[in-house]
């Protein structure tokens, strides 16, 4: 059995039993803190000795939690995806057409791309994910499976207004929509080390509704 189960969005709380507002908080901390610590030097530079010595607490109940410190940074991996993704659940898809709740989506995900915060957990999860699998897992999951549901959400949104033809194969445009955008700004800013002016956000948001207009067949 993997470390940690990618297949589903957790909250912050640990695993099991019933959890107080105190509990919870201090769960909250041990997260965040873990993150900034693990995005400041990496995983292999993070001990759990210097994240109880942030936010109180102690190993044993990290381990009794989670069993390890992979599968912990495993849900540290889970709790930053859903946080830079937190905006997209509750974006409005429902006005102004397809072409006004797709371009309202892809510049929410093309903003949660370009925070230097999330280039530089990408870049994390990359270099760990080799030696922990697991890790590569939980971040497919909560990351790009996660932002392809509101495409997936969205269309589902337009063929219920009658915006878009009822059986419009949506897991399969939204997988084209979510592709073509993520790939081409990761490859900008994670590889190419690039940051994308107004300008090319635009070209990027247009080109992706004339793409929908085209694989959805409505007219310009």
């Known amino acids: 059995m993997s470390p940690c189960d990618p297949t589903a969005r957790r909250s912050s709380l640990p695993p099991g039993g019933r959890v107080t507002r105190r509990g919870r908080d201090r769960s909250d901390r041990l997260l965040r803190v873990a993150a900034d610590l693990f995005l400041d030097h990496g995983y292999d530079n993070v001990t759990l000795d210097e994240i109880v010595a942030q ?12 069993g390890s410190k992979q599968a912990f940074f495993c849900r540290v991996v889970e709790y930053l995806c859903d946080d830079f993704l937190a905006a997209l659940s509750d974006l409005d898809v429902q006005t102004g057409g397809l072409e ?33 699998p697991e890790v590569g897992r939980a971040w497919f999951a909560h990351g790009p499976v996660a932002s392809r549901v509101a495409f997936t959400r969205l269309l589902q949104v337009q063929i219920d207004l009658g915006a878009i033809h009822p059986d419009t194969r949506i897991d399969e445009v939204a997988t084209q929509l979510h592709g073509a955008l993520v790939y081409d700004f990761f490859t ?33």
């Open 100 to 132: 006004g709740a797709l371009s309202r989506l892809a510049r929410a995900l093309i903003h949660a791309m370009l925070n230097p915060r999330q280039v530089a957990f990408y870049r994390m999860v990359v270099a760990t994910s080799a030696r922990l």
């Open 55 to 66: 936010t109180g607490g102690s190993k044993t109940n990290i381990y009794r939690y989670y």
């Open 188 to 220: 900008r800013t994670v590889m190419l080390g690039a940051h994308p002016d107004s300008v090319a956000i635009d070209a990027a948001v247009d080109a992706l509704v004339r793409s929908a207009r085209r694989w959805l067949s409505i007219e310009a």
